[in-house]
């Protein structure tokens, strides 16, 4: 039996209803989507407005539905962890995606009654949002976490996955991952709802889900015994899991690990950048993303402001991204994305 646990996001009524004092000359823009960046666009935003007097409005409403206002033109902007599939419908007028922030997806949880960070290797991982091991004693669990070889005193407490209800980017970059790494058990290609990826019926597990990051933070800090995704900036104080990477490391998910990740990159002319889920760093954490903005290329005051707001996202918020637990764009993919900005606004 499935619980449901569903966050109350702000309407478009609400959006529409939040005023900045700014000077008669400025722009307001409206975005909405990826909760994933959330964290990193409110403290950007206000920054923004500070430098500038053009203000940002910007709904957490998860990558799908982010997407969804954009292509019927109620937001200036979208904010995605991944572009749109062949099977959503896309706007009329031509646009561009553009890398403006990366970072970890950890696997955050929390365990009354031990304190010790808990590592999973790719097959516990995979078999724990499967529904296949249930209990936190598991003797798959106990032998990954040994201590001077014995074995440790975890709880025998029931396993609880929590799990995004919305169509979210970070669902579809989890289940894309769990599909690369463990293919005979995850055997559906990765998707924005975790329910249609999870292989198999998933009302026959005793499962939670909620809506947005925000609330998968809430259901897991009220909930002993939980497993979820979410971005790191989200934990608020619950512990993550160290995760097996490719070579056989057991890595958290920090900034840094995120980074060597993204690093292993191949982006194509449309600013989609295709991620190697099995990168064999040593050093890499495996399980991160990019956040796409997504925004027209025709020529207009809304969109001459979207497009300086991206560039303030890569240039000056950039780097403040890891006070937050987020990844900065640098490097190659840095100038890859202030090339497609430069698409945005520029008929």
Not at 199 to 208: E, T
Not at 214 to 223: D, E, K, P, S, Y
Request: glycine share 8%; proline share 4%; with cysteine.
């Amino acid at each position: 039996m499935r619980r449901k646990y569903i966050t109350i996001s702000f309407t478009l009524a609400l959006i529409a209803s939040f005023f900045y004092s700014t000077p008669a000359n400025a722009t307001d823009i409206i975005g909405s989507g990826s909760s994933f960046a959330a964290n990193f666009i409110d403290r950007c935003r206000v920054d923004f407005v500070k430098s500038t007097g053009d203000s940002v409005v910007y709904s957490a409403s998860g990558s799908g539905a982010g997407k969804n206002m954009f292509t019927n033109g109620i937001t200036d902007f979208a904010m995605s962890d991944v572009p749109y599939s062949g099977s959503e419908q896309k706007p009329s007028k031509e646009f561009a995606y553009v890398p403006l922030v990366a970072g970890p997806i950890g696997i955050v949880y929390k365990l009354d009654g031990y304190k010790i960070t808990i590592k999973m290797s790719k097959d516990t991982l995979s078999k724990v949002f499967a529904g296949q091991i249930t209990m936190w004693n598991d003797p798959q669990i106990l032998k990954e976490n040994l201590i001077s070889g014995k074995m440790p005193r975890i709880p025998a407490t029931k396993i609880r996955v929590v799990y995004r209800i919305d169509g979210s980017g970070t669902s579809e970059v989890f289940t894309s991952y769990l599909n690369a790494i463990a293919p005979a058990i995850w055997n559906k290609i990765g998707n924005k709802n975790f329910a249609t990826a999870f292989p198999g019926d998933i009302n026959k597990f005793y499962m939670n889900s909620a809506s947005g990051s925000h609330g998968i933070a809430m259901v897991q800090g009220n909930t002993n015994g939980s497993i979820g995704y979410n971005e790191i900036s989200y934990a608020r104080g619950l512990k993550t899991i160290s995760v097996e990477n490719e070579a056989g490391k057991f890595m958290q998910p920090t900034v840094s690990a995120a980074s060597v990740f993204l690093g292993d990159f191949v982006p194509d002319k449309n600013g989609v950048v295709k991620i190697n889920y099995k990168n064999p760093n040593k050093l890499s954490y495996n399980i991160s993303t990019f956040t796409y903005g997504i925004a027209y290329k025709e020529k207009n005051s809304k969109n001459d402001t979207v497009n300086k707001f991206f560039n303030f996202m890569l240039d000056t918020c950039g780097k403040k991204a890891e006070d937050i637990g987020y990844s900065p764009i640098r490097g190659s993919m840095l100038k890859f994305a202030k090339d497609r900005v430069k698409e945005i606004s520029s008929k």
